[in-house]
């Protein structure tokens, strides 16, 4: 008693208790890298089974949890957490707010992440294994054919949901109250915009993946049919709440990915960005649009003839936003002063590999012939190109862009662009191939494949050995940056570099004054 503590916490303590939104933004991000590598290795044992034709390496049982829990993890635990973390260090700053609005709520947030995904881990080791259903999770595979774990899946999908709608109520206080004077909403950077925009379609769409599992749990446990036929419900429901949630939440994870190349072409393109105001009115129409697609995932499962095409149209509709986005970033380029520098090359990636995913995104739209491609590898190359050069390009980039900022230290250059040119064509050699065996036939979570798809699979898994360990090298790079890193104080960082210290040597400052006050 009487005991006082002065000062900032240290160790432990100061990352439980933190309210600070950058100590919350760095807890974000090392969770995702973490996430990201476990996701990462089960892709690798995969690639593994799949190198050869035959089953050689895991039990098929196996295989169905090692793609279930691949897209779970990356998904919920590895791109969406990331973004937040870059939310939570970013938007303050941006916006000139001296913290996120609910500082204790964004502490709640974080920490409930950890024990989600620990509990979807451990589904590995539980009876019956992990879940094996696809991150989609269709009933009634997921309920009435599903392993025991799948209760623990529910749970853990219910935590991850509620940190996300804590984490979107905290950014949309954040940017309607905490504007600094004469911060108007068109004046807000992109980055700000997007992410405002993805946390309306967060709070809209968590809860319809919470009453999708919701009803999942009545089904297995208390006697409802829902999903059932036999007992009078219907399992394509299933498939219309599901992706009511999931088209949305693909765009959750992109939009912010968008606002960040946003920031990152102006920047060594040495240009203000090309059509603001029409690249914010294109995320809003992308973000109302992502409502009335969902049936897009469903066209073989015997809809009518008029809502086949009202999907179909109301999906190719997107393109025209996200057109409009793609020209705005080439003509932000366009006679610019152009360096190469790594987030810059990860930024022109972006732009080129997510046109590409969105070009088989418009061939995959067209009801007639999605009927070729549904559920085959094509579908797999298709948002590869959309969620590992889209999402995790833009969060590669941002890492390499802000790093600066966040350390006061210079990342190795000459490592970061080794780092862009192995991921680039990994990257590549990985999922290019997959359109050309997905066009031939190949199925989608399959462990065994036919003699015909045995070449490019062995390239695909090839080029995914590549990324995966050429993200060590990243790995490396950060560390190195935040223990020694060249002081971006030192003016040999900027040698040739002229116009860049304007956006990126400010190291942002540690707010003591977000510290709440003691309650006496
Ligand atoms: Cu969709």
């Known amino acids: 008693m009487g005991e006082h503590h002065h000062g900032p916490a240290k160790g432990l303590t100061r990352w ?62 590895a791109i969406m957490p990331a973004f937040v973390g870059l939310a939570n260090w970013m938007i303050p700053m ?8 609910l500082p204790r709520m964004n502490n709640l947030s974080f920490w409930i992440l950890p024990f989600a995904f620990a509990m979807l881990a451990s589904t590995l080791f539980m009876q019956g294994g992990a879940p094996n259903f696809g991150w989609t999770f269709y009933a009634p595979l997921s309920t009435t054919y599903a392993p025991p774990s799948v209760t623990f899946f529910i749970f853990a999908i219910h935590i991850m949901g ?21 911060m108007t909403y068109m004046k807000m950077p992109l980055f700000v915009w997007t992410w405002f925009i993805t946390a309306f379609l967060l709070v809209a769409v968590m809860p319809v993946l919470a009453g999708a599992v919701t009803m999942m749990l009545m089904d297995i446990h208390f006697g409802t049919s829902f999903f059932s036929a036999a007992g009078g419900g219907d399992p394509v429901l299933f498939q219309h709440v ?42 809003a129409s992308i973000a109302f649009l992502s409502f009335i697609v969902w049936a897009h995932h469903m066209y073989t499962v015997g809809l009518p003839v008029a809502g086949e095409l009202f999907f179909m149209y109301a999906t190719l509709l997107i393109a025209v936003p996200t057109g409009v986005k793609v020209f705005n970033w080439i003509t932000t380029m366009f006679k610019g002063s152009m360096t190469f520098e790594t987030p810059m090359l990860f930024s022109i990636a ?74 680039f064509f990994a990257f590549n050699l990985t999922f290019f191939p997959q359109h050309f065996v997905g066009l031939a036939g190949m199925p989608r979570r399959i462990p065994d494949y036919a003699l015909q798809f045995a070449d490019f699979n062995m390239v695909s898994s090839i080029g995914a ?37 304007w956006t990126v040597a400010t190291p942002a400052p540690y707010h003591t004054f977000t510290t709440p006050p003691e309650v006496k």
Do not use: C
């Open 16 to 77: 439980l208790y933190t309210t600070n939104h950058k100590d919350i933004g760095t807890l974000y991000l090392w969770f995702s890298f973490a996430m990201f590598i476990l996701g990462g290795s089960f892709a690798m044992i995969i690639r593994a089974e799949l190198f050869q034709p035959g089953l050689q390496l895991v039990h098929p049982e196996f295989f169905n949890q090692m793609t279930t829990m691949h897209g779970l993890v990356m998904v919920f635990g």
């Open 94 to 101: 941006m916006i000139g707010a001296p913290d996120m609005a």
């Open 162 to 182: 509620a940190s996300s709608i804590m984490g979107s109520i905290n950014i949309i206080a954040t940017v309607v109250n905490l504007r600094a004077p004469g």
């Open 242 to 283: 599901f992706w009511f949630f999931g088209h949305p939440e693909v765009y959750i994870l992109i939009l912010p990915g968008f606002g960040v190349v946003s920031q990152i072409i102006p920047t060594f393109a040495r240009k203000p960005l090309f059509g603001y105001a029409s690249m914010v009115y294109a995320t």
């Open 350 to 423: 972006f732009v080129f590999l997510f046109t590409v995913g969105g070009l088989s995104g418009v061939m995959l739209a067209m009801a007639p012939v999605d009927f070729q491609y549904q559920d085959t590898y094509f579908v797999v190359a298709h948002f590869h190109y959309t969620m590992v050069a889209g999402a995790i390009f833009s969060l590669t980039a941002a890492t390499y862009y802000w790093l600066p900022k966040w350390t006061g230290r210079m990342y190795s250059e000459t490592m970061g662009k080794t780092h862009f040119w192995l991921s």
């Open 465 to 501: 050995f590549f990324y995966g360990s050429s993200q060590i090298l990243f790995l490396f790079n950060v560390i190195r940056t935040i223990r020694s890193g060249r002081p971006i104080t030192d003016p040999k960082v900027w040698e040739g570099a002229q116009g860049l210290e």
